[in-house]
């Protein structure tokens, strides 16, 4: 990346920059080839999105959760796809409303980076989903609080991951349903928890005699031994109540894919900062890398 280039190359053409600058705005990723020290080539990367990945980020906005999206890739391609997939227009209403944290897009970020930015989360009480299937976001998953890989991702994020999703091409939309049913299964547990505790509160006193000296009643072991039964078959039932699950239906919509981007020309007018540029095979004008 241009980062990595300014450290290292002697010589950059100022049409390289340019050119690399106006792929990273339209969504794709520039890679700069050097030879002897100065930049030969400009070369522009791109992934489709995932299908359903919209889908997944308008119901994850919905149900109140806010997204942030984390990635080594430069600030203008990382914009360009969280306008696409929906999480910077999503994510930042939702997090003005809250007057929060207001930064969604965190671009050129390192493994190390990532590990820091979902520290400091945590240590602000927020409980952390990360989602990725490289070999760079391995010591995020570890960190965050769930970790969540794809079935094609990476061996090692396969092993760091908490969850792994494998439901084919369209896995990235089970993650809605890891998310609802989790949280179904936890309310159920605190239904299960509090029901045992109100039978057992109201019964044992019972069972221990409290309501002799007042009215003569003694529960018999039978009886005692029967709301035993009762009690413990009326949370297993309750528990296979779960079996009627449905998992969320998430609207569908067409997903973006990188058919759908155009490489700029090179002789394509272009616009960086308030200055309008025209990038063509005369501009040989260029920047000197001072040792």
Not at 83 to 100: N, P, Y
Not at 159 to 180: P, R
Request: proline content about 3%; hydrophobic content about 45%.
């Amino acid at each position: 990346n241009m980062k990595w280039m300014k450290q290292h190359a002697k010589r950059i053409p100022a049409s390289a920059v340019r050119l690399g600058a106006q792929y990273n705005r339209t969504g794709f990723v520039a890679v700069y080839v050097s030879i002897d020290g100065r930049v030969a080539a400009v070369l522009a990367l791109s992934d489709a999105l995932k299908p359903g990945a919209k889908e997944l980020v308008r119901w994850v906005s919905a149900n109140g959760m806010q997204l942030r999206l984390l990635t080594g890739d430069s600030k203008a391609s990382a914009d360009y796809t969280a306008r696409e997939v929906g999480i910077l227009t999503s994510a930042a209403a939702a997090a003005a409303a809250r007057e929060e944290d207001k930064e969604v897009v965190l671009a050129d970020m390192l493994p190390q980076d990532k590990i820091r930015y979902i520290k400091r989360l945590q240590e602000e009480g927020h409980s952390v989903l990360f989602i990725g299937d490289g070999i760079n976001d391995a010591p995020a998953l570890a960190q965050a609080d769930v970790g969540v890989s794809l079935s094609k991702g990476t061996d090692v994020a396969i092993e760091t991951a908490d969850v792994v999703l494998v439901n084919g091409a369209g896995s990235i939309k089970d993650l809605a349903t890891v998310i609802d049913l989790s949280k179904t299964t936890i309310s159920r547990i605190k239904i299960n928890f509090a029901w045992a505790l109100v039978y057992n509160v109201i019964s044992i006193p019972v069972a221990a005699g409290i309501l002799y000296p007042a009215f003569q009643f003694l529960l018999p072991p039978v009886a005692a031994a029967f709301m035993m039964g009762c009690s413990s078959s009326s949370v297993v039932l309750s528990s296979l109540w779960l079996k009627r699950y449905m998992k969320p239906e998430l609207q569908s919509e067409e997903s973006f894919c990188s058919e759908n981007r155009h490489l700029p020309s090179r002789e394509m007018a272009m616009m960086a900062s308030d200055e309008t540029y025209r990038i063509d095979s005369n501009d040989d004008t260029d920047l000197e890398i001072g040792e």
